[in-house]
């Protein structure tokens, strides 16, 4: 099982960003995945999941309305479409798995990590 992140980058104030979480050893359509981030100096902290019981999204408070969740099962990744960013979303960002197959969000326990990408947002 692998998970491989990327698309971040150096970006201004009210610019956007898609990032990537590639899936391997597994179909990303029978697990909850979700995207988290860790900003220097901060705790991480869950951004986006997207469950595999019921296809539902979730997303914190301070993203909702900029952020979106996808999926594209035939490239067995999911993305995460960021607009309207901000400089407090500079983080680096990290996607990982549901243990279980089948879990909504979010899920009993997150099994598997992958490496990070860094994003920055200048103001």
């Known amino acids: 099982v692998q998970l491989q992140a990327s698309g971040g980058g150096l970006v201004q104030a009210g610019g956007s960003l898609r990032l990537s979480c590639a899936a391997s050893?597994?179909?990303?359509?029978?697990?909850?995945i979700g995207w988290f981030r860790q900003a220097p100096g901060k705790e991480r902290e869950g951004v986006s999941c997207f469950s595999s019981s019921d296809d539902s999204t979730y997303y914190v408070d301070s993203v909702k309305g900029r952020f979106t969740v996808s999926r594209d099962n035939a490239k067995n990744t999911v993305y995460l479409q960021m607009n309207n960013l901000k400089p407090e979303d500079t983080a680096v960002y990290f996607c990982?798995?549901?243990?279980?197959?089948?879990?909504?969000?979010?899920?009993?326990?997150?099994?598997?990590w992958g490496q990070g990408t860094l994003v920055t947002v200048s103001s």
């Open positions: 990982a798995r549901g243990s279980e197959a089948g879990s909504s969000c979010p899920p009993v326990h997150w099994g598997y």
């Open positions: 050893g597994f179909t990303v359509d029978y697990y909850a």
